[in-house]
């Protein structure tokens, strides 16, 4: 069964971290590019960090650049999100997603084909 869990999402303060995690079920993580995106009240699906497997790049938009890091874990088959320094901005529900095709736009929403249920991120003091 193809399936995707996000987990770790929660309540923090401004200027904390969180670590959320994506558990890759009937996907081998040695194989496919696997990118974080988030989605806050009113607003589109955006793309935040994404890995190529590809070419074995890292892409950060511009609000994650310094602040997130994905870490890849293959014994256990799963991605993680290191989120520091969060801010009200960062307040949405954040889901892990894979594309399929051999070529896509790397972290364009529309591109991914599998993704997981989500996990809310709630930043506020």
């Known amino acids: 069964q193809v399936q995707l869990v996000e987990s770790g999402g929660g309540l923090v303060q401004p200027g904390g971290s969180l670590r959320l995690s994506c558990a890759l079920s009937?996907?081998?993580?040695?194989?496919?590019?696997v990118g974080w995106f988030r989605q806050a009240p009113g607003k589109e699906r955006e793309g935040v960090s994404c890995?190529?497997?590809?070419?074995?790049?890292?892409y950060h938009t511009d609000s994650a650049k310094g602040r997130f890091t994905i870490e890849r874990d293959r014994a256990k088959n799963t991605v993680y999100l290191q989120m520091n320094n969060l801010t009200p901005e960062d307040t949405a529900v954040y889901y892990c997603?894979?594309?399929?095709?051999?070529?896509?736009?790397?972290?364009?929403?529309?591109?991914?084909?599998?993704w997981g249920q989500g996990t809310q991120v709630t930043v506020s003091s």
């Open positions: 009937g996907f081998t993580l040695d194989y496919y590019s």
């Open positions: 997603a894979i594309p399929m095709k051999l070529q896509f736009r790397l972290c364009a929403p529309s591109e991914y084909e599998y």
């Open positions: 890995y190529n497997n590809g070419d074995f790049s890292t």
